[in-house]
């Protein structure tokens, strides 16, 4: 699934709007709603944070639906691996793997 698609299925789980969810994630509205229109602009993992902080939820949590005591030892190892990254860093390990996933 992919990030616009997760935050929808969030939001229709919480039954918000993506007004609501701004207001609840801090966001600016106008940002949110640029993640869904025709350039498909992409959130940055601040603003991601900022939404897993809005429904509650752990970024692992965020990126998958399987439950995070139920991870394999890579998968635990890449995510500690990720958040010893810089922001920067990260972000462009997020670019690499969707751009992989996607092949």
Not at 64 to 80: C, F, G, M, N, P
Not at 86 to 91: G, I, P, V
């Amino acid at each position: 699934m992919d990030i616009h698609a997760r935050i929808k299925q969030l939001c229709s789980q919480k039954k918000w709007s993506l007004s609501k969810l701004a207001k609840e994630a801090g966001l600016s509205e106008i940002t949110v709603y640029d993640w869904f229109n025709e350039n498909h602009y992409m959130p940055s993992l601040r603003a991601i944070e900022d939404i897993c902080g809005a429904f509650e939820i752990t970024l692992s949590e965020f990126y998958t639906d399987i439950e995070v005591d139920k991870l394999s030892d890579k998968e635990l190892k890449l995510l500690e691996t990720f958040k010893a990254l810089s922001e920067k860093r990260q972000d462009a390990l997020l670019i690499v793997a969707q751009t992989l996933k996607e092949d």
